[in-house]
C-alpha cells in the first residue's frame, strides 16, 4: 500500500512539473540552452508520469518481479546520468530486462558492438517505427558505446576507477581524479539528454527578444513542426 502511494504521489508530481513547471522555465530562460534543456525535461518528466501510472497498475494488481518491488523508471539515474548506457536502463527498466536477457545475451556470440546494435535495433521496432525514436535511440548507442569505450582507455591512462561500469576489485591508484572526471561526464550527458529530448518533441520556433535587443529563436512545446 505504501508502494502504490509513493507511486500515486511521484506521477502527481511529474505531471505537474512536465505540464507546468517546465514549459514555463522553457518559455522564460534567458538562453537557446537553457530553453532546450527544460524543453527535453519536460518531455522526461511526462514518461515518467506514464511510467508511475503503469507501476501502480501493476501493484494494484499484485504483480512483482523476482520478490523485489516491481519499478517501472528510475529518474535519478536519468536526471543526474552517470552514463548513457545507464540512462538506457533507467529509462525503461522492464523493457531494458527483456531486451537484455532476449536479444542482447542471445546475440553476444556475434561480437558486443553488434549484439548491443541489434538490441537497440530491436528496441526502435518495438517503439514505432518513425524518424525520431530511431534517431534517438541509435544516438543512445553511438553516445553509450564511444563514451564506455573513451572511459575505459582513460582509466587506464590516468589509472583512475572512471569506467562506465564500476571496477571489480578495483586496484586504481590515482583517486584525484575520480570525482572530477565522473562529474564532467554527468555534464557532458546531461548536455546529451537535453539534445536527444528535442528531437522527441515537436518544436515550434519562434523569435525572443533578449535584453539589449538580441534576437535568438526560443523552442516551446506545442502541438506541430519545426517551422
Given at each position: 500500500?505504501?508502494?502504490?502511494?509513493?507511486?500515486?504521489?511521484?506521477?502527481?508530481?511529474?505531471?505537474?512539473?512536465?505540464?507546468?513547471?517546465?514549459?514555463?522555465?522553457?518559455?522564460?530562460?534567458?538562453?537557446?540552452?537553457?530553453?532546450?534543456?527544460?524543453?527535453?525535461?519536460?518531455f522526461?518528466?511526462?514518461?515518467?508520469f506514464?511510467?508511475?501510472?503503469?507501476?501502480?497498475t501493476a501493484?494494484?494488481?499484485?504483480?512483482q518481479?523476482?520478490?523485489?518491488?516491481?519499478?517501472?523508471?528510475?529518474?535519478?539515474?536519468?536526471?543526474?546520468?552517470?552514463?548513457?548506457?545507464?540512462?538506457?536502463?533507467?529509462?525503461?527498466?522492464?523493457?531494458?530486462y527483456?531486451?537484455?536477457?532476449?536479444?542482447?545475451?542471445?546475440?553476444?556470440?556475434?561480437?558486443?558492438?553488434?549484439?548491443?546494435f541489434?538490441?537497440?535495433?530491436?528496441?526502435?521496432?518495438?517503439?514505432?517505427?518513425?524518424?525520431?525514436?530511431?534517431?534517438?535511440?541509435?544516438?543512445?548507442?553511438?553516445?553509450?558505446?564511444?563514451?564506455?569505450?573513451?572511459?575505459?582507455?582513460?582509466?587506464?591512462f590516468?589509472?583512475?576507477?572512471v569506467?562506465?561500469?564500476?571496477?571489480?576489485?578495483?586496484?586504481?591508484?590515482?583517486?584525484?581524479?575520480?570525482?572530477?572526471?565522473?562529474?564532467?561526464?554527468?555534464?557532458?550527458?546531461?548536455?546529451?539528454?537535453a539534445?536527444?529530448?528535442?528531437?522527441?518533441?515537436?518544436?515550434?520556433?519562434?523569435?525572443?527578444?533578449?535584453?539589449?535587443?538580441?534576437?535568438?529563436?526560443?523552442?516551446?512545446?506545442?502541438?506541430?513542426?519545426?517551422?
Open positions: 500500500m505504501i508502494s502504490i502511494a509513493q507511486s500515486v504521489f511521484m506521477a502527481y508530481v511529474a505531471v505537474t512539473l512536465s505540464a507546468c513547471v517546465m514549459s514555463s522555465l522553457s518559455e522564460s530562460s534567458p538562453n537557446i540552452l537553457l530553453s532546450s534543456y527544460f524543453t527535453a525535461q519536460s522526461r518528466m511526462s514518461h515518467y506514464v511510467s508511475y501510472t503503469s507501476q501502480i501493484l494494484i494488481g499484485g504483480f518481479h523476482k520478490n523485489q518491488r516491481f519499478t517501472v523508471a528510475e529518474p535519478l539515474k536519468v536526471e543526474i546520468p552517470g552514463s548513457m548506457a545507464a540512462v538506457a536502463v533507467a529509462w525503461n527498466l522492464p523493457m531494458s527483456w531486451l537484455k536477457t532476449y536479444i542482447f545475451k542471445k546475440s553476444r556470440s556475434l561480437g558486443y558492438f553488434a549484439a548491443a541489434l538490441t537497440y535495433a530491436v528496441s526502435s521496432i518495438l517503439h514505432g517505427l518513425n524518424f525520431q525514436l530511431p534517431a534517438v535511440l541509435i544516438s543512445i548507442f553511438s553516445f553509450s558505446y564511444v563514451e564506455a569505450d573513451f572511459r575505459e582507455e582513460l582509466s587506464t590516468v589509472d583512475a576507477c569506467k562506465v561500469q564500476k571496477c571489480q576489485n578495483c586496484d586504481h591508484q590515482n583517486k584525484v581524479f575520480v570525482v572530477p572526471l565522473k562529474l564532467l561526464f554527468i555534464a557532458l550527458n546531461i548536455l546529451q539528454l539534445y536527444l529530448g528535442v528531437m522527441l518533441i515537436w518544436v515550434q520556433f519562434k523569435p525572443r527578444v533578449m535584453p539589449g535587443g538580441t534576437r535568438y529563436q526560443n523552442g516551446t512545446i506545442s502541438s506541430g513542426t519545426v517551422t
